[in-house]
Nanobody, 130 residues
């Protein structure tokens, strides 16, 4: 059974940092890639970053240079390190599993299509105050 659990959100001031975690089971990064998405109040869900089993990554233009996606050596957790946070980063963040090509398109074009593997988790709230 495919399961993804996202965690690590919180409240920080602008310029601060947070690290989100996505713990997953039922597949490996060699099977499916992991993407981070976010949904701000009143806005559509959008792709933020994604990573595959070869370490390939893509980032949305709005977070490139500030966010870093990575995976652990055990291969069952993906992280999103978020530095220099801005108030516009305030959103609920979700991780999802899908084909790398699909997640790449979501990230590049700011889409939030439903994942082909499993379903959206509960999400984790990130709040950045100015």
């Amino acid at each position: 059974e495919v399961q993804l659990v996202d965690s690590g959100g919180g409240s920080v001031q602008a310029g601060g940092s947070l690290r989100l975690s996505c713990s997953f089971s039922g597949f490996s990064l060699d099977d499916y890639a992991i993407g981070w998405f976010r949904q701000a109040p009143g806005k559509e869900r959008e792709g933020v970053a994604c990573i595959n089993g070869d370490g390939g990554t893509y980032y949305a233009a709005s977070v490139k240079g500030r966010f870093t996606i990575s995976s652990d050596n055990a291969g069952n957790t993906v992280y999103l390190q978020m530095d220099d946070l801005k108030p516009e980063d305030t959103a609920i963040y979700y991780c999802a599993a899908d084909r790398f090509m699909s997640l790449r398109l979501d990230v590049i074009h700011g889409l939030g299509r439903s994942p082909a593997v499993g379903s959206w988790g509960r999400g984790t709230q990130v709040t950045v105050s100015s």
